[in-house]
């Protein structure tokens, strides 16, 4: 409308430097415009079209009587008069009205979008069932895929497996790193970053760390300590694999002390193992009461000084009773040492 105006006003400059131009049908007396013309000029038949917005010659042609050329309401000059938004257009790269997604690189599984725009999926296994003709075999294990676990909210890159098979099952994997829980936007703050999680001590250790580099480690002196950290998984998961998953020791270095673990593995998640003066990592969720695995459980006893990492070699698979949302990792050590653990030093659990 602003370019309309000033086009006109330059027509009226023009008009007036070249009075011969214009003719008594402009409205305008060939005299270069008197007082008696003027008062003759009436506005256009309804049958030739007028200037209230009809699509006339001097309207906007929009045919909603606005004179602002936009028919339908969308904002834009382009308007056809029956006051509708055009149907949105998925896989043009342009995320239209009524669309959720519609990445510019198109609609591929790794791009965070399915099939007619409208969702994102929450799951690596939901993106193997909407793509399940792709040939996942040439698709690098490294690569990353989005992923809105929250109901859609909060997309984030994810490793999905799509080729390890398990209880008759192939594929379907959501890696989630410890990245995925902190990460600089979320300030490592309890219920915030990609996943929400939340953790809670039961017996609190002398030393508790947490913070914004994504540390997380706990030890004391002459106690012990229990902690466990719940991360919610929304899709839902009834099948876990650690991969190269990796705990770090902490412990008092002047005087040689060590973290330790022992043979008995963790049974309850409010107790440390029964075992006297020792520790555990452990894995499962919180809708039952104890773990599902653990180092001890997976026969990695032993002592180890300040600094050492200790993993659990490429996969460690267990199934749950039923399916649940919450994945739980339980830490524990006991003793009259300086002792602790990073209790996620490094690796990825998949979650199917």
Same mark, same amino acid.
């Given at each position: 409308m602003?370019?309309?105006k000033?086009n006109?006003?330059?027509?009226?400059?023009?008009?007036?430097?070249?009075?011969?131009c214009?003719?008594?049908a402009?409205g305008?007396?060939a005299?270069?415009?008197?007082?008696?013309?003027?008062?003759s000029t009436?506005e256009?038949?309804?049958e030739t079209?007028?200037?209230?917005?009809?699509?006339g010659?001097?309207?906007d042609g929009?045919?909603? +009587?606005?004179?602002?050329?936009?028919?339908?309401?969308?904002?834009?000059?382009?308007?056809?008069g029956?006051?509708e938004?055009?149907?949105?257009?998925?896989g043009? +790269?342009v995320?239209e009205?009524?669309e959720?997604c519609?990445?510019?690189?198109?609609?591929?599984?790794?791009?965070?979008?399915?099939?007619?725009?409208a969702?994102?999926?929450?799951?690596?296994?939901?993106i193997?069932?909407?793509?399940?003709?792709e040939?996942?075999e040439d698709?690098?294990?490294?690569?990353?895929y989005?992923?809105?676990p929250?109901?859609?909210?909060?997309?984030f890159?994810v490793?999905?497996?799509?080729t390890?098979?398990?209880?008759?099952q192939?594929?379907?994997?959501?890696g989630?790193r410890?990245?995925?829980i902190?990460?600089?936007?979320?300030?490592?703050?309890e219920?915030?970053?990609?996943?929400?999680?939340?953790?809670?001590?039961?017996?609190?250790?002398?030393i508790f760390?947490k913070?914004?580099?994504?540390?997380?480690?706990?030890?004391d002196?002459?106690?012990?300590h229990?902690?466990?950290?719940?991360?919610?998984f929304p899709?839902?998961?009834?099948?876990?694999?650690l991969?190269n998953?990796?705990?770090?020791?902490?412990?008092?270095?002047?005087?040689?002390?060590?973290?330790?673990?022992?043979?008995?593995?963790?049974?309850?998640?409010?107790?440390?193992p029964a075992?006297?003066?020792?520790?555990d990592?452990?894995f499962?969720?919180a809708?039952e009461?104890?773990p599902?695995t653990s180092?001890?459980?997976?026969?990695r006893d032993?002592s180890w000084?300040?600094?050492?990492v200790?993993?659990?070699g490429?996969?460690?698979?267990?199934?749950?009773s039923?399916?649940?949302?919450t994945?739980?990792?339980g830490?524990s050590?006991?003793?009259?040492?300086w002792?602790?653990w990073?209790?996620?030093?490094s690796?990825?659990?998949?979650?199917?």
């Amino acid at each position: 409308m602003i370019e309309y105006k000033r086009n006109f006003s330059v027509a009226l400059v023009l008009a007036a430097f070249s009075p011969g131009c214009l003719t008594p049908a402009d409205g305008v007396g060939a005299s270069g415009g008197s007082e008696e013309s003027s008062e003759s000029t009436t506005e256009p038949e309804t049958e030739t079209g007028s200037a209230d917005g009809d699509g006339g010659p001097v309207g906007d042609g929009d045919g909603d +009587g606005d004179g602002d050329g936009d028919g339908d309401g969308d904002g834009e000059s382009t308007g056809d008069g029956d006051g509708e938004h055009p149907a949105p257009e998925c896989g043009n +790269g342009v995320v239209e009205d009524g669309e959720v997604c519609d990445p510019p690189d198109g609609l591929t599984p790794m791009n965070g979008c399915l099939p007619g725009c409208a969702k994102i999926p929450e799951s690596c296994k939901e993106i193997l069932e909407t793509f399940p003709d792709e040939d996942w075999e040439d698709v690098s294990v490294e690569a990353e895929y989005w992923v809105a676990p929250n109901g859609g909210e909060f997309p984030f890159r994810v490793l999905c497996d799509m080729t390890t098979s398990h209880k008759g099952q192939k594929g379907g994997w959501t890696g989630v790193r410890f990245q995925d829980i902190c990460d600089v936007e979320s300030m490592f703050e309890e219920g915030t970053g990609s996943l929400s999680w939340a953790i809670h001590a039961v017996q609190p250790a002398d030393i508790f760390v947490k913070n914004e580099e994504c540390d997380l480690h706990t030890w004391d002196e002459d106690g012990d300590h229990v902690y466990w950290m719940d991360i919610e998984f929304p899709p839902a998961f009834e099948h876990v694999y650690l991969s190269n998953y990796e705990i770090k020791a902490r412990a008092n270095v002047w005087w040689g002390q060590t973290a330790d673990i022992g043979e008995t593995a963790q049974t309850q998640w409010d107790q440390p193992p029964a075992e006297a003066d020792k520790g555990d990592v452990s894995f499962g969720t919180a809708d039952e009461p104890g773990p599902q695995t653990s180092f001890a459980d997976q026969g990695r006893d032993g002592s180890w000084l300040n600094g050492e990492v200790i993993g659990l070699g490429d996969s460690v698979f267990f199934e749950l009773s039923e399916a649940s949302t919450t994945l739980r990792i339980g830490w524990s050590e006991q003793g009259a040492e300086w002792e602790g653990w990073h209790p996620w030093w490094s690796g990825v659990i998949y979650l199917r």
